[in-house]
């Protein structure tokens, strides 16, 4: 893969904020091998608490990775948004459709990967690992089960829709199916399984993760 400097002339300042092992910055660095675009980074360090100081809190007052900062300064904190401007920017190869349908489709998808499928396995991880107690206030371990069947739920589902369809969205590679297959490795990290009756999503998991892309910020 061909990279290529950002947005000549202006990327001088510009700094993406990431961290190890954390998938909302890996659904950016995954994004940006796919397009071939090379940002200068910079590691927070999430287990030392460098995103509760101040110097990180002027940047994101939600303590979260991914920070993009432009070269004017603006900030960008969160990840789709930030692989929005980019896909603005830098609209080949198309990541988030292009014709109307196509947009929509892609729409509908990433809203519901990301409600019922990313949410539920974040809200699983942050409720019940020990290492999220002092960050996820409150933590209630509830809370966190109760969204292991949510998850597996939607996987059922999703399962159905790859039996007919290459990939999620669309008949090609988007923004949908990075955004699931990130989700997907961070179940590990969640501690839930994988089911492993769920061939499709077997099939289509190896292919998404087979993409040289794939292994940025993993
Ligand atoms: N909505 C944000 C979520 C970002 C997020 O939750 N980032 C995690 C890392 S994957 C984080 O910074 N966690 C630090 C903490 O919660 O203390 C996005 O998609 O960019």
Redesign the pocket.
Known sequence: MVSRPVNKGTPKAMKLYI?DR????R?VQFFLAEKGIEVPTHKVD?AQKE?LKDEFLRLNPR????VLVLDDGTII????AICRYFEALHPQPNLFGAAPKDIALVEMWLRQVELELWLPI?FAF?HLHPA?AE??IPQVAQWGEANKPKVLDFLGYLNKRLADSAYIALDRFTIVDLVAVVAIDFMRAARIALPEDLTHIARWRAEVSARPAAKAGA
């Open positions: 961290s954390a998938p909302n910055p659904r999430l995103h303590r979260k990775v991914p904190a969160e990840s789709i974040q942050r999220l960050r996820e």
